[in-house]
């Protein structure tokens, strides 16, 4: 799985980052994962499999949605606070079916 986090400035999501690696590294699933600001997305997203956005850019959404060709979704907001790496992957699963 490839997942690009992203945030206001690219700082609270590199935390998650951490997080979603040692879960998955713990529980055998491969996973490359990046974290930046929404605003510096650009053609990025051609690297990864989707982008998760922390929920204090959630309104970014609906552009993010039109802008890129992957699957686009917010994170929990208690997900996204307490770092709970198994309910995040299982959103990053589901929308990309894989």
Do not use: F
Not at 6 to 23: E, F, H, N, P
Not at 35 to 43: N, P, R
Not at 57 to 84: C, F, Q, T
């Amino acid at each position: 799985m490839r997942i690009l986090l992203a945030c206001g400035a690219g700082l609270s999501t590199s935390v998650l980052m951490k997080k979603l690696q040692k879960w998955c590294d713990a529980n055998g699933e491969k996973l490359t994962i990046s974290a930046m600001a929404t605003t510096s997305i650009g053609e990025t997203w051609k690297d990864y499999d989707c982008i998760l956005v922390g929920p204090q850019v959630s309104y970014r959404l609906p552009d993010l949605k039109r802008e890129v060709g992957i699957p686009v979704e917010g994170i929990p907001s208690l997900d996204y606070a307490v770092g709970n790496a198994e309910n995040i992957m299982k959103l990053a699963h589901k929308i990309t079916g894989i």
